[in-house]
């Protein structure tokens, strides 16, 4: 875990980017939060009442000296963002339902991201994925040619860095989805200096089984394949075929993988989760995101039974999503 890491925090405080948290009143938050701010990485926008944050801060015996704090009740700029989610939303919401979503956490974090007055957006420790990403899609929206959002995992053991997508957002995608998604995560991997080497995972493996389901991995290979020539797809594979190169030898020695993927594409939503809990729990990687990817500016969520370092980590690689999309 530490290259990944040290590599990124000294990129993330070269440019000392702010990532808002519209949960500032969460415990594990501040204390994420004020690690952040006292190890000068970046800077922490907190959502929620000053007095609260500040006297929980207090109580766990950390600094908040250097954390700006926002209340959406007492925003003195207010009524100018009600006035811009309602023109973003064009025609969808009145400035009297604009008003009323902007005083929840979320929509107010996001609204934040949307007008430049923070990088990106680190939420989820107290609510539910929908809560997170709803806002995202209606406000920042994904960028140019892409349908959906889909969200990636990196699995990181040791020197070891494997990426399962998608593992957060789409149930059921088609042969186009799946494509998108392959493109979009391959692209999440360079952004973390990870050569992406991609298998699009099934039950079968070049066609030892027929089904529709393997017959849509296999055609989300070739759209990738012909959309983008420059990545290394191949698909479809059992995960053993993509993975371990003696299995590889046998099922595929056609393949340019070799048994050498690093970046797995599931086939649902079900498979991805599935896949990486169990790599997490009884393979002993540490499960890095989910990674939201395909949106305009970063916002990542976390899971509610997240820790102070889950917060801190998935900071640094929103941070780090801010700096490239810059650069990019």
Do not use: W
Not at 5 to 15: D, G, N, Y
Not at 89 to 103: D, F, I, W
Not at 208 to 224: F, G, I, L, N, Y
Request: proline letters at 6%.
């Amino acid at each position: 875990m530490g290259d990944l890491f040290e590599v990124m925090t000294e990129q993330v405080k070269r440019e000392y980017p702010s990532i808002v948290f519209p949960e500032g009143e969460d415990e594990r938050i501040i204390q994420a939060a004020a690690r952040l701010s006292t190890e000068e990485i970046l800077k922490p926008i907190m959502i929620g009442s000053p007095e609260n944050i500040r006297k929980q801060a207090e109580m766990l015996g950390v600094s908040l000296d250097h954390v700006v704090i926002h209340d959406p009740q007492s925003y003195d700029a207010f009524p100018e963002m009600v006035r811009a989610f309602a023109q973003r939303r064009n025609g969808k919401e009145t400035e009297a339902s604009a008003e009323e979503k902007l005083h929840t956490p979320n929509y107010f974090g996001t609204m934040l991201v949307y007008l430049g007055l923070a990088d990106g957006l680190v939420s989820g420790a107290a609510h539910s994925t929908g809560d997170t990403v709803r806002p995202a899609l209606q406000i920042i929206k994904t960028k140019p040619g892409i349908q959906k959002t889909s969200g990636v995992f990196i699995m990181v053991k040791e020197e070891e860095k494997l990426v399962f997508a998608d593992c957060a957002i789409n149930i059921s995608p088609s042969a186009g989805d799946l494509a998108e998604i392959a493109i979009a995560t391959a692209d999440t991997a360079q952004a973390f200096d990870i050569d992406p080497k991609i298998a699009m995972l099934s039950f079968s493996t070049k066609g030892s089984a027929q089904s529709p389901e393997t017959e849509k991995a296999a055609d989300a290979t070739a759209t990738v394949q012909q959309e983008r020539p420059d990545l290394l797809i191949d698909g479809e594979f059992q995960f053993d075929a993509a993975y371990v190169p003696e299995v590889a030898a046998k099922k595929a020695p056609d393949s340019p993988l070799k048994g050498e993927a690093n970046v797995f594409i599931f086939p649902s939503l079900e498979s991805g989760n599935i896949g990486y809990k169990l790599v997490q729990r009884l393979g002993g990687y540490d499960a890095v995101g989910p990674i939201l990817q395909g949106l305009n500016k970063p916002v990542n969520d976390l899971s509610r039974g997240c820790s102070t370092e889950d917060v801190y980590k998935l900071a640094l690689i929103t941070a780090k999503q801010a700096i490239t999309n810059k650069t990019n």
